[in-house]
Nanobody
């Protein structure tokens, strides 16, 4: 069983930055990939960014390319999402997720993830 806890959200003005963190608690050691998703009111949960366990491969949604950076610190079991140049369209609940590392799986699809955090609110004001 795995538990994930997001932190670092809050209220920020348009053009500002936030850094989200996701602490991962695992009962056993394993290789795992991780991703960030977000969900705005009345909308489906959408992909934001993902990273392989090595940290050498990342992928981003077109809407956040050039603004967000995903990274991880495996020694501390922590996932990060640095969000820059935020705009009101980024307002959502942000979720981190994790799954076993499997070659060639599509980390952009929420269906591949086994565990999810509770989510954290990010609000961007005009």
């Amino acid at each position: 069983q795995v538990q994930l806890v997001e932190s670092g959200g809050g209220l920020v003005q348009a053009g500002g930055s936030l850094r989200l963190s996701c602490a991962v608690s695992r009962r056993t050691s394993s290789y795992y990939d991780m991703g960030w998703f977000r969900q705005a009111p009345g909308k489906e949960r959408e992909f934001v960014a993902a990273i392989k366990w090595t940290g050498l491969s990342t992928t981003y949604a077109d809407s956040v390319k050039g603004r967000f950076i995903i990274s991880r610190d495996n020694a501390n079991n922590t996932l990060y999402l640095q969000m820059n140049n935020l705009n009101p369209d980024d307002t959502a609940i942000y979720y981190c997720a994790t799954c076993r590392d499997v070659r060639d799986r599509n980390l952009r699809s929420k269906s591949v993830y086994d565990y999810w955090g509770q989510g954290i609110q990010v609000t961007v004001s005009s």
